[in-house]
């Protein structure tokens, strides 16, 4: 099951760009998966999901965001979503095709709660 690997690399994701200290603040990871990236969204979840339990991401969830494949033929600039893996426009016939999406797998969003507030925190003077 390479959504392990998918998982754990969305994860390592996370880890760049979220400070240690605010690994517990992190509530949601949203991510973009197109229906040609060879990845299954339920295993994904699942996968992420075991991945985080008893860290210290362990509050965070998945989002996934489903991304449906679109094409546009290069002879009529019509854009249209293939039937199944045939890639031949509807509109003229044509077979020079281009991918416009589908193919997409990326994390696009971390959410964190927001940071507590600091008591003795200096506030407006009254």
């Known amino acids: 099951m390479h959504e392990m690997s998918v998982a754990q690399n969305i994860l390592d994701v996370v880890r760049q760009h979220v400070p240690g200290d605010r690994a517990c ?7 973009r998966v197109g229906s040609l990236s060879g990845v ?6 699942f996968c992420f999901d075991a991945l985080v339990a008893g860290t210290p991401f ?8 489903r991304v449906s494949t679109t094409c546009a033929c290069d002879e009529c600039d019509a854009r249209f979503e293939p039937e199944g893996f045939i890639f031949v426009c509807p509109g003229c016939g044509g077979g020079r095709t281009r991918l416009l999406s589908g193919s997409d797998l990326q994390v696009v969003h971390v959410e964190l709660e927001s940071a507590p507030e600091r008591s003795g925190a200096m506030g407006p003077r009254e």
């Open 25 to 31: 603040a992190v509530t949601a990871v949203r991510v």
């Open 40 to 45: 299954v969204a339920e295993s994904l979840a």
């Open 58 to 65: 362990g509050r965070s969830r998945l989002d996934i965001e």
